[in-house]
């Protein structure tokens, strides 16, 4: 098989590939309209988000058997276009879950400790011992909406904690000895944190809303490491404003380019933002939650893996 690489990843993946006995290309600058003039050569593609995959482009890979995604969600790709060629889609949520799962807590206990305040602070001469009095995680309820690889992975992460944690998922029956599956309500009812692991979707977009927010029994903390455009950032500043949500830690944004490269368009700052960098209980962090050194590796190896598992 002929295999195009569009982004550059572990290497690994084209050493393990070129083992198998593969033709690996490299192409990481090009842009869409060339590499649709010859992705009719190629019997596979790995791409991490450089663009997305759509019809248009589809239509011209006329000998694709598969594209690996070095990542874990599949949004950029036109999944029920591509399956409907027989094209075999492959992610990697495996490669990246534990990084996801220790990111979300190092922002939880950095928000419940002040930690990033604090930091600041202390950099700038002023030694504030009672304004950074923190809290603790055990006894409160976290709960999660999504428990797929990444929730499964904070849930693991959370055992060390006295704390019970709760999960919403439209899947039946995923529950298990780290987490008890319970109805949207009933999180709503208990919950002190809230912590996103959905993929995107027509579902999960915008599901952070005013109306669900207010739901909420409790005033509760916010840590998403899932996708940006799950949240209304508006309607969660508003939150913060008044209290509802107490504090929260974004890996990711509503306003993230469908690269993950840059975060604007143009020279012009949403409001929203601009009250969120200014927040000293707001955490931020550049998509960065499955990006360790490790989990560079691992991704780059369950593709393989994967590759391995379905052509040879």
Known sequence: MKILHLDSNHPLL??????????????????????????HLYDGFIIRSRFSIDKTFLDKATNLKFIGRVGAGLENIDCDYAESKDIKL??????????????????????????????????????????????????????????????????????GFDVAVLC???????????????????????A?????????????????NSDLINGFKKNFWLINSARGKSVVTKDLVDALKSGKILGAGLDVLEYEKSSFENLFSDDKMPEAFKYLIKAENVLLSPHVAGWTVESKERLAQT????IKAYFC
Request: proline share 2%.
């Open 14 to 39: 084209i050493n393990q590939l070129n083992d198998l006995g593969y033709q690996n290309d490299e192409d990481y600058t090009s842009s869409k309209q060339e590499i649709e003039t010859k992705i």
């Open 168 to 190: 919403y998922d439209i899947k039946p029956n995923v529950g298990d000895e780290n987490c008890t599956q319970v109805s949207l309500e009933e999180l709503q009812k208990k």
């Open 303 to 306: 593709i393989v893996n994967k």
């Open 90 to 159: 492959i992610a990697a949520p495996e490669g990246n879950r534990n990084a996801v799962g220790e990111h979300s807590l190092g922002m939880l206990l950095s928000l419940f400790n002040k930690l990033n305040k604090a930091d600041k602070e202390v950099r700038n001469g002023k030694w504030l011992r009672e304004e950074n009095r923190g809290i603790e995680l055990d006894g409160r309820t976290v709960g999660l909406i999504g428990y797929g690889n990444m929730g499964k992975s904070f849930a693991k992460k959370l055992r």
């Open 192 to 208: 002190d944190v809230l912590s996103l692991h959905t993929p995107q979707t027509e579902l999960t977009q915008n599901m952070i």
